[in-house]
Every structure is written in C-alpha cells, then in structure tokens.
C-alpha cells in the first residue's frame, strides 16, 4: 500500500486546512484502519486521529477533540483530516497511516503498516 499526503500549508491561527492521504496499490483492500499522526523536529511521532474501516469508529487525541475530524472516502480509498480552529501548537509535520488490523493501540504508532511521506502544517500566531 503506498499512501500520498496532501493538503499541508501555512495559515494564520483560527484558520483551517485539510489533508488528504490517497491509498493505492494492490493490497490497499487489506487495509482496515487509518490515521494521521504528527511530528515537530525532537519529538516523537503523536498520534492526532484515527478511523476504523467498517465501523467508521473514530478516535481523536485531547489536543485536538472538537476541532479536528477525520473521515474517509471509500469509493476514493481516500482519509482526509479536516482541521479547525488551528494554533501555533499544531505546527507539526503530519503524516497519514494506514494498518491492515484494527487495533486498540490505535494511538500508538508501531500498530500501522504504511506511512505517507508526510505533509508540513504551519500555524502563524
């Protein structure tokens, strides 16, 4: 499964954008949930929000709840990650990701499978 990242860019605080993961590739109906997690330069990677195939059961971290939301399209094999309200705080390389089982480690990183090549988000003040 090879996944693209799109969407990132530069917004003023309270702004919006959303990110794009595309899904391709022969084994891409393997994949059974997906998620977007986020990366600033020492830090390790934190989860943002997740998506179960099926179900559309979705989880979200604290720092985020209310203001992002991820949904998929399947006819697409596309997960985006709408983001509202943006902060500084939220400046991060994201990355999408995608797991061929579901997990209730879905917050952790080493449950996924695939990984995009990440997209920059930067939140002036």
């Known amino acids: 499964v090879q996944l693209q990242a799109s969407g990132g860019g530069l917004v003023q605080a309270g702004g919006s954008l959303r990110l794009s993961c595309a899904a391709s590739g022969r084994t891409v109906s393997s994949v059974n949930m997906a998620g977007w997690f986020r990366q600033t330069p020492g830090k390790e990677r934190e989860f943002v929000a997740s998506i179960w195939w099926g179900s559309y059961r979705t989880y979200y971290a604290d720092s985020v709840k209310g203001r992002f939301t991820i949904s998929r399209d399947s006819a697409k094999n596309t997960v985006y990650l709408q983001m509202n309200s943006l902060k500084p705080d939220d400046t991060a390389v994201y990355y999408c990701?995608?797991?061929?089982?579901?997990?209730?480690?879905?917050?952790?990183?080493?449950?996924?499978?695939?990984w995009g090549q990440g997209t920059l988000v930067t939140v002036s003040s």
């Open positions: 990701a995608a797991a061929r089982y579901f997990s209730s480690n879905y917050y952790y990183a080493r449950s996924y499978d695939y």
